[in-house]
């Protein structure tokens, strides 16, 4: 609704970078300057005032509806079907009224609230309001409005209100609501009120499409009351989840809920045109997309299903990303050579922008024009555009000094609650066509589909092929190959639409039987099974890999998709497959494995398998002994002592000016374009080397904000080999981007062992990084060139420990310590002094009994079978609850007495126990095994795995305590300990 940029700081720059320059190529609009300060400076204008402010066209006129105080800050229009106009208005915007204001526990009434569903009538015919109804009072920021009605009632509407979906009807006739019924809810507002449902429609088909805005999680549910005959919860169409922008539908009697297409970042407003294809605007990804049933759109860090995302319609942005409300102009509304254009609210820079649409095939092109509306006035805040009865632009204006959510304090003085304008846009030289009161829907196929998939006209082959996604056929199959095998290149939406179609068309079962041969002439049909979650489509993937039909770039989202859906059956095939096409690269393997197990930690339940693990242990000792002729390698990445838990690696290589005007690439601790990229700290350190006469190289990056003085975090050092490394030189970021020669004498080090060392401790959100290049001599110290191979070693352990991290070998873990993943502290076990003196006296007497007795490791692994595998393994036998113990020997008999007599004292923090409450109520113990950005995967105490969504967790609490027992020392005689003992140092 509302523009939303992620970083105030950013969003100054974006405004200062873009939106001033944004030059619009309009007669009327030359000597308008665009202001898009975050607070506007100008004082706000009576209506009559600001209507003089609003350019349009030549041929169009401006008038003003209605205004306050009959309507206070507009958001969301439609019509009714006479021709009365219906207006979700709220004045509680930008905070959600708090629940002690409810009335009820549903939220149906908030008291002391002025928002309102609002019904305004035209009574006398002048073009202005002159009746005003709140059909629905005492409301929570109200959008989403949709007049409708069941028969028994006199009128009513569909709408959100904070926390629901209602269907709100006047019972007894009077106009105004005495009914109020929750269809869907309660559902997500609290993260984020300007990013909820709204911009409800009603299509052709019957079904009501609303938006899901930016940052919030919703459950929809069809409630028990709404199920239809023989429909219980959880059949399809009854439930729907949903995170942040989506398009989704439902049957305005609450009785079926769906998604139309995933993603968007933070879709308001939609449009239908001619054909009722479907529209919408959208903040931050693109302004304008026809949206196709099933496809998934780009948002915030989400990934599209495998088919790539729905082709876009539009190539520039109106310079901004505070894009909302459209209308869809055509059925010769105001002329034929009016016909197929879009207008588009754009809230930042006060302006409707204008775009014609060109058509090629059924794929719509956008192309820029002249702004429709340009206002002199900066509070001009067009939320929402609709097309009248009379055929005129209507337009919410929400008239502010603030349009950003978060880029200005929610709480800042200067958010405007009054003012609100309505405005009517008429066409003043005639040729003006009334849409109609009932349009027809898309262009129908043949009632032979098969047919109309081959049909001259590509709008018969789209309808026939949407008709198919919604009931999919077998026997169609092969002619969905085929026309999407004939569709030219550039109808991008046909062709995306024929591989929805046939994505859903593989999920029936035997589908595959025959596809393979299907594939042969048409190389894009053999990727859509990427988008089919399935084992046989997994099957088929692998397939496409062994013939070698794959390029390289593909490799991962292959080997991703196995990971999730692939029987263990074919593991043996896909390590095959990854060994002959690497059979000397244990780098490129680990990548590969690495991808396939990206995919596996989004499967409930899906331990690693042995023989994967066993692999990964494998390509893990081997990358680990893989070093040069001096036993190291060229550079090594360490975290910094100041961030130990830090999660990202900051190196990386890319292109840097000199100021010698040599453009060279340069070892950066700024991953330029990833999130948080100057945020990330570390310190890159090189192989030893024989220090040279003179040491030359270039240097580049920050030591803080300019204006700031200059900190010593970020440098360049170099240390002795030997030793405690003492420092002989050091050197630091010039502050500038371009690289500036340094020199160093080391006359007195000459011959000397030493290592350059790259810091980076200085984790500020900008200006906070360093690069190197041109080291000289190169043939005697380290490269540049080095680095890649190094990084890319490095990338491959972390990979792989971030695997093995609960499975691998102590020995092993031990060696991939420095590529683990951080994990957060526990609080310390409270041990009191006396129980401390105990252990230490225990632990020292086992100790030094075990080195004078013989030891009996036969009978030592008989008690390690009994009292220790179910939790732990060795040579491939026990549980996984706790670490591998392979190579547990080589920490030596008094690590070991510790280790087992007092287990809390050196938990490893990749095995604490994590406590969780969630939402629903439940509890889950256990540790997490793995990590994403949206799911943790526990592991309980009897090895069950469980993949819990972070949205649904209420509390975490990390303790220090160690599954294994604490009385060992009891539980085992002082002989039976000592064989023990004895078994694990042999191992």
């Not at 005032?49 to 800050?73: C, D, S, T, Y």
């Not at 009914?179 to 559902?187: A, C, D, K, Q, S």
């Not at 930690?601 to 690693?608: D, I």
């Not at 020199?743 to 900008?766: I, M, N, P, Y």
Request: glycine content about 8%.
């Amino acid at each position: 609704m509302i523009a939303k940029m992620t970083n105030r700081y950013k969003v100054v720059a974006v405004g200062i970078g873009i939106f001033s320059n944004f030059a619009v190529a309009s007669v009327w609009s030359q000597s308008s300057v665009t202001d898009t300060r975050l607070v506007r400076e100008t004082e706000p204008l009576p209506a009559d005032e600001e209507r003089a402010m609003l350019k349009v066209p030549e041929g169009f006129e401006v008038q003003l509806f209605a205004a306050e105080p009959m309507i206070n800050k507009p958001i969301n229009l439609v019509f009714d079907d006479r021709g009365r106009l219906w207006v979700s208005s709220t004045v509680e915007y930008p905070y959600a009224a708090k629940k002690d204001r409810w009335a009820d526990e549903e939220g149906s009434r908030v008291r002391d609230s002025r928002d309102a569903i609002k019904i305004l009538e035209d009574t006398d015919g002048d073009g202005r309001a002159d009746k005003v109804t709140d059909f629905a009072d005492a409301l929570n920021i109200p959008t989403g409005v949709l007049p409708w009605h069941r028969p028994e009632h006199a009128d009513g509407c569909i709408a959100w209100s904070i926390p629901n979906i209602w269907y709100f009807a006047d019972t007894d006739g009077d106009g105004k609501s005495d009914y109020r019924e929750v269809l869907f809810g309660p559902l997500g507002f609290e993260r984020d009120t300007h990013g909820m449902c709204s911009s409800f429609r009603l299509g052709s088909d019957g079904w009501v499409y609303g938006t899901h805005g930016f940052n919030n999680t919703s459950h929809f549910r069809v409630l028990e009351r709404h199920l239809p005959a023989g429909v219980k919860s959880g059949d399809p169409g009854t439930e729907l989840d949903l995170n942040s922008g989506n398009v989704y539908r439902f049957l305005p009697d609450g009785s079926r809920i769906e998604i139309w297409s995933w993603g968007q970042v933070n879709p308001f407003g939609l449009a239908f045109d001619r054909r009722w294809n479907l529209y919408s605007a959208d903040c931050h990804s693109a302004p304008v997309y026809q949206l196709l049933h099933g496809a998934h759109y780009p948002s915030f860090g989400k990934p599209h299903d495998g088919l790539g995302f729905g082709p876009a319609m539009i190539q520039h942005t109106h310079g901004s990303t505070g894009i909302c409300g459209l209308a869809f102009i055509d059925n010769d509304l105001w002329g034929a050579e009016w016909n197929d254009h879009i207008l588009i609210g754009n809230v930042v820079t006060s302006r409707i922008n204008h775009d014609r649409i060109e058509w090629r095939g059924t794929t719509p092109e956008a192309i820029e024009q002249p702004d429709f509306v340009v206002s002199e006035d900066p509070w001009f805040r067009p939320v929402d555009l609709r097309v009248g009865p009379d055929g005129a632009l209507y337009v919410a204006d929400f008239y502010n000094r603030i349009i950003g959510h978060y880029e200005v304090p929610l709480e800042h003085p200067g958010r405007d609650r009054e003012r609100g304008r309505i405005w009517r846009i008429v066409k003043t030289d005639g040729g003006v066509t009334p849409p109609p009161a009932v349009r027809f829907p898309k262009t129908p196929p043949s009632p032979d589909l098969v047919w109309s998939l081959g049909s001259d006209s590509p709008w018969q082959r789209r309808s026939a092929a949407e008709c198919l996604y919604d009931q999919p056929d077998l026997k169609a199959l092969p002619a969905l190959v085929k026309a999407l095998a004939e569709t030219p290149d550039y109808d991008t939406h046909l062709r995306h639409a024929l591989k929805l179609t046939i994505r859903e068309t593989l999920k029936l079962p035997g589908a595959f039987e025959g596809f393979s041969e299907m594939t042969e002439s048409a190389p894009a049909v053999a990727e859509v099974p990427l988008a089919v979650p399935i084992p046989e489509a997994a099957e088929f993937l692998l397939g496409q890999l062994e013939a070698g039909r794959v390029e390289r770039a593909k490799w991962p989202a292959y080997l991703a998709h196995l990971g999730r859906n692939a029987d263990d059956g074919l593991n043996e095939r896909i390590i095959a497959w990854v060994e002959k096409t690497a059979p000397k690269d244990p780098v490129a393997k680990a990548k590969a494995l690495g991808s396939w197990h990206e995919g596996r930690l989004e499967r409930e339940g899906a331990a690693t398998p042995p023989g994967i693990a066993t692999w990964a242990i494998s390509l893990a000792t081997d990358l680990l002994d893989q070093a040069g002729d001096t036993g190291e390698l060229a550079w090594t990445e360490l975290r910094h002592p100041k961030y130990p838990n830090a999660k990202d690696s900051p190196w990386t290589l890319q292109p840097r000016m000199c100021a010698d005007g040599e453009e060279a690439m340069v070892i950066s601790s700024l991953r330029k374009g990833e999130p948080g990229a100057e945020q990330r700290t570390g310190i890159l350190r090189s192989r030893a080397f024989p220090a040279p006469k003179k040491l030359d190289f270039w240097l580049c990056g920050h030591r803080g904000l300019p204006q700031e003085e200059a900190n010593l975090r970020t440098r360049v050092r170099l240390v002795l080999a030997e030793g405690e490394g003492e420092l002989i030189e050091k050197a630091f970021p010039p502050r500038n981007d371009v690289a500036q020669k340094v020199e160093w004498d080391l006359t007195k080090f000459e011959g000397k062992q030493v290592r350059l060392e790259l810091v980076d401790g200085d984790a500020g959100k900008s200006y906070a990084w360093l690069g190197i290049t041109r080291i000289e001599p190169a043939e005697s110290t380290v490269s540049v060139d080095e680095f890649a191979g190094a990084s890319d070693r490095a990338e491959a352990l972390r990979l792989l420990a971030q695997m093995l991290r609960h499975v691998a070998p102590v020995e092993l873990r031990d060696r991939l310590s420095a590529w683990m993943p951080p994990a957060p502290a526990a609080p310390p076990v409270e041990v009191s002094p006396e129980r401390r003196a105990e252990l230490d006296a225990l632990i020292a007497a086992r100790a030094r009994n075990f080195k004078k007795a013989t030891a009996d490791p036969a009978k030592g692994g008989e008690l390690f079978r009994t009292h220790c595998a179910v939790c732990h393994r060795i040579g491939g036998e026990g549980g996984l609850v706790g670490p591998q113990l392979d190579g547990i020997g080589n920490r030596g008999v008094d690590r070991l007495c510790e280790d087992i007599l007092d287990p809390n004292r050196n938990v490893d923090a990749h095995f604490h126990l994590h406590a969780l409450t969630l939402k629903d109520g439940s509890v889950a113990g256990g540790f997490v095994v793995n990590e994403t950005a949206r799911s943790l995967r526990l592991l309980d105490a009897a090895g069950r795995e469980h993949l819990l969504a972070k949205d649904d967790v209420a509390e975490s609490q990390v303790s220090a305590l160690s599954l294994m027992p604490p009385n060992f020392g009891e539980l085992l005689s002082e002989a039976e300990f000592g064989d023990l003992l004895g078994y694990l140092l042999g191992k």
